[in-house]
């Protein structure tokens, strides 16, 4: 059975830091790993999807990397903002999408 | 670019009470998921649907049925609603079943149960 996990739970980092959010998943046979942006109490907002086949992908200030043999995906930030500050969740797709349980990003001004 | 619409965007309901929440995928797209996302929780899949039958099942409650019509729309069906249903309910839609296909996520229907 799938399992997705982020560490860490929780970040605070001062504004125009890099930072990396971090992302394992239990088993390897995935179609695509997904990152998503969630503010309290509102809805999901894909920031990347990697398919199995991809390494990386980016958008802007943001780089998400696959390592499917290691079971890995790191979510890269660049130039932190406090706009920047959300849950952020990352989804591993086998049959199924499993999420993991986010990391809880705060962007210090 | 159209996207997924859910109504209504927020219910308030009483305990024992039914609920109907409602999907419309984007245009093209066949099938149709449901998640639920407690508080402070993360989304889990409750069902899915591609061409208007079922496709794969989650932790979907025997109280809650679902269907897909045949313009592609869901309806989430929930009956004898309990406290612990309370929760922000999301459909997605995608081209296709396969799993390369991206999902693509509704703003969720965010239901309370008083």
């Known amino acids: 059975k799938q399992e997705v996990t982020q560490i860490p739970a929780a970040l605070s980092v001062p504004e125009g830091e890099n930072l990396v959010l971090n992302c394992s998943f239990t088993d390897s046979a995935i179609y695509n790993l997904q990152w998503f942006r969630q503010d309290p109490g509102k809805g999901l907002t894909s920031l990347l999807l990697?398919?199995?086949?991809?390494r990386e992908q980016t958008s802007g200030r943001l780089n998400a990397s696959l390592d499917k043999s290691s079971g890995r995906s790191t979510l890269y930030i660049a130039a932190s903002q406090p706009g920047d500050s959300a849950t952020y969740l990352c989804?591993?797709?086998?049959?199924?999408?499993?999420f993991g349980k986010g990391t809880r990003l705060h962007i210090l001004p | 670019a159209a996207g997924v619409i859910q109504s209504p965007r927020h219910l308030i309901k009483e305990k024992r009470e039914t609920a109907t929440l409602k999907c419309y995928p984007i245009?093209?797209?066949?099938?149709v998921y449901w998640y639920q996302q407690g508080p402070g929780q993360d989304p889990q899949f409750l069902i899915s649907f591609y061409e208007k039958m079922q496709s794969d099942k989650g932790s979907i409650p025997d109280r809650f049925s679902a269907q897909q019509f045949s313009d592609y729309h869901s309806e989430l069906n929930m009956s004898s609603l309990e406290l612990g249903d309370s929760a922000l309910y999301f459909c997605a839609s995608s081209l296709g079943e396969q799993g390369w296909y991206e999902q693509y996520f509704g703003p969720g229907t965010r239901l309370t149960v008083t």
């Open positions: 990697i398919q199995s086949s991809q």
């Open positions: 989804a591993a797709r086998d049959d199924k999408i499993i």
């Open positions: 245009p093209r797209h066949d099938t």
